[in-house]
């Protein structure tokens, strides 16, 4: 029986030696997007946000196709199907927009298929026009309307499909009998079948002949906290830090840091972020500035984990105890905030793994345990690990941490440079928490080179540090948005931070509070995540010499600040206008659908985000226009050029033309815009428009 199986098995590739799963359909759908390593990784996709799929679609000869595409919910069903459009005529580019409605493992393919009835209507509508072959074509097209009405394609190469409605049925049937009255002209028997209901009956239920379909794709679909979200990072030792009467550092505590929730809160910030808790090694401890020796009252890096009293799993205990952190995370959670929590990998060389487990450890030739380095930084009080000798040790050690931390509520974990682990560790990791954790998000703090960026949030990373904050001239600005928007969106999701505790870029050394404001609204506004470093409000802007990093920086010290203060330059109300604006627009919480707008000089950036009303929550659409000035000492005075057509809103007409009512979301001021529109952006007074669309309606 074997060997009859295997003749049968060689006689079919003799007669196709092409593999089943390579053989190229009638109506092939190629260059498939977003599909990540041929599909052997899931696309990125969240609830509630739309995302597109393409596909080159062509076949042999001139008979028209159809497309479609179709999203499988994590049950296995059809959730949607929607037709795709040639976006690109004479490259037969075709897209079509999708949209998952909770998280989980989900699906989509490329259904394609002959169009008789597009095919027919093409020629028809010429051959009659030209007095060529009446009779036939109208016959045949009668003949089309029968089949169509039993939801009957011919038989060889093609699905069973079902039939129309009965009153689908009927408007066919009648069209048939009114191509076939000869008693009347032949233009008013072939309008019977290109009439606008009869085409709505094809679109509802096309008649699919040689119908096929790709394979399946793999899809990851994440909640919307994967995709929106406003970060407000904190040291908690800083908070409430004092001297005593002797002149020594006492530090502040968990408890102490939770009475400022309200505050972060208020200005719309949804995810309070804490750098590492645990204790802090003393051996190599580094000093204020990172000098390499600490005097007595610096409380070290917190970066530089573990002491006698633990480790990764430990609070400090300057900081309180784990009913403190249940605390705080409580009083997060009353405030709708979620909390994240640094997970660096490395260990001060007090660390009890250091003890426990020296081969989790790189040795050098002198026996000495190799510190970390990033030339030219060096981090003398910190041990990277090593996953060459002993992965699976290592693995279940950092699960059992991660997994200890989730169970007090820690929901998000910032990660301490990913990219100097393997790769193979976190894909394997993240699938691992997904599966028992999928409420869990994890970012990818790697400010590395682009394969290593995007192929982190590849095998699993939810969320991505990005190059935003060395972007710095308006096309460069503009190109990197349209880049994390249309090119990387299904690898990656981007969370934009003007500053972080390690960086400090020289362009916000000279600007002032007008370079802090207008960096705080392209974050805000060009992804729908973004950060904000606790300080940040007092515009501290001054570097360490010959480093990318603030002066004083509060890695190596306490930095108590008097939070009453917090507004003297206008940047907390700032922050939650933006925060607020974007709560109230769908178009700003979403990342995709960028346009960019041409302004009448350099200094001026334009661009757009828009929702239509079918994807939108609200059930309305919305568009929003971001105008700002890059010039951070100058006023600038120009023209903004919005082609309407392609903006999503809907217009009016008054007696200049076209318009837009627009409002500021910065100010509440209305303006009529149109094509051409005059802007003057003083920094000293407001460095940008957000300008909401009013009323407008899907185009």
């Known amino acids: 029986m074997a060997k009859a199986m295997a003749d049968k098995k060689a006689t079919a590739l003799k007669k196709n030696p092409v593999p089943p799963r390579a053989r190229i359909t009638r109506i092939p759908a190629t260059e498939v997007f977003p599909v990540i390593e041929q599909g052997m990784w899931p696309a990125k996709a969240t609830e509630g946000e739309s995302f597109p799929v393409r596909a080159t679609v062509f076949r042999e000869g001139h008979d028209a196709l159809g497309v479609e595409a179709v999203l499988i919910d994590p049950d296995g069903k059809e959730h949607m199907r929607v037709p795709m459009y040639d976006i690109a005529p004479g490259l037969d580019r075709y897209e079509a927009w999708l949209m998952p409605d909770r998280p989980g493992a989900w699906k989509f393919r490329i259904d394609s298929w002959s169009d008789p009835y597009a095919t027919w209507s093409h020629d028809a509508a010429i051959k009659i026009a030209a007095d060529t072959d009446v009779e036939l074509m109208l016959e045949e097209g009668a003949r089309l309307m029968e089949r169509a009405s039993e939801g009957r394609p011919l038989p060889k190469g093609s699905r069973k499909q079902k039939a129309p409605a009965k009153e689908s049925r009927e408007i066919l049937l009648e069209a048939a009998r009114l191509m076939r009255d000869t008693t009347s002209s032949p233009q008013t028997r072939l309008s019977a079948g290109l009439s606008s209901q009869v085409r709505a009956v094809f679109r509802e239920t096309p008649l699919r002949e040689l119908w096929t379909r790709t394979r399946t ?27 005593d009467e002797d002149g020594n550092w006492i530090s502040g505590t968990l408890l102490q840091a939770a009475d400022h929730l309200p ?3 208020d200005m719309g910030f949804d995810v309070i972020y804490l750098t590492p ?8 401890r580094k000093g204020r500035n990172n000098t390499l020796e600490a005097g007595p009252q610096d409380p070290g890096s917190p970066y530089g984990i573990g002491a006698p009293e633990g480790g990764h799993e430990a609070i400090h205990p300057e900081l309180g105890t784990f009913d403190d952190f249940d605390e705080f995370v409580k009083r997060a959670r009353a405030l709708d905030m979620e909390v994240a929590l640094d997970l660096a990998l490395q260990c ?27 030339p030219p930084k060096k981090y003398q009080d910190i041990y990277p690990l090593n ?21 007090h509520g820690v929901t998000i974990f910032r990660v301490d440079n990913p990219h100097t682990k393997p790769l193979s560790f976190w894909q394997r990791f993240l699938a691992d928490i997904n599966e028992s954790h999928p409420h869990v998000i994890f970012l990818a703090e790697a400010f590395t080179r682009p394969a290593m960026m995007r192929t982190l949030g590849g095998v699993g990373f939810h969320q991505s540090y990005t190059y935003f904050a060395w972007r710095t001239e308006k096309q460069e600005i503009l190109d990197y948005f349209v880049e994390v928007a249309e090119e990387t969106s299904h690898l990656m999701r981007p969370n934009f931070w003007p500053t972080t505790h390690d960086i400090l870029t020289p362009q916000m050394t000279t600007g002032g509070t007008a370079i802090f404001a207008l960096r705080a609204v392209l974050a805000a506004t060009g992804s729908p995540s973004w950060g904000i470093y606790s300080g940040y409000e007092f515009i501290e802007n001054v570097q360490r010499p010959g480093f990318e990093e603030q002066i004083d920086n509060e890695k190596y010290e306490f930095r108590p600040r008097n939070w009453e203060q917090a507004n003297q330059h206008g940047i907390e109300n700032l922050l939650t206008l933006l925060n607020s604006a974007r709560k109230r627009h769908p178009a700003l919480q979403q990342l995709r659908r960028i346009q960019v707008h041409p302004t009448s000089d350099d200094r001026l950036l334009c661009f757009s985000k828009h929702v239509p009303a079918k994807f ?3 059930g309305e659409d919305d568009t929003v226009i971001v105008v700002v000035n890059l010039d951070p000492h100058n006023e600038v005075v120009g023209s903004v050029e919005i082609d309407l057509s392609k903006l999503g809103a809907a217009v009016t007409y008054g007696t200049g033309g076209q318009i837009l009512e627009v409002v500021d979301e910065l100010d509440g001021r209305e303006y009529q815009w149109g094509e051409h529109n005059f802007v003057k952006l003083n920094p000293q007074e407001r460095t940008a428009h957000i300008m909401a669309v009013k009323n407008s309606q899907s185009n």
């Open 277 to 284: 808790i645990h204790p802090i090694g003393t051996a190599f």
């Open 387 to 407: 996953f060459d000798n002993d992965p699976e040790g290592i693995y279940q050690a950092v699960k059992e941490v991660v997994l200890k931390w989730i169970e």
């Open 217 to 243: 794709f793999p899809l990851k679909v994440d909640r919307s906290k994967s995709l929106f979200s406003s970060w407000y990072e904190i040291f908690p030792r800083s908070y409430g830090a004092h001297r």
């Open 263 to 265: 505050r972060i809160a």
């Open 616 to 618: 939108s929550p609200t």
């Open 348 to 374: 001060s060389p007090d660390h009890p793994w250091v003890s426990e487990h020296p081969e989790w450890f790189s040795m050098r030739a002198d026996g000495s345990i190799a510190y970390a380095e990033n």
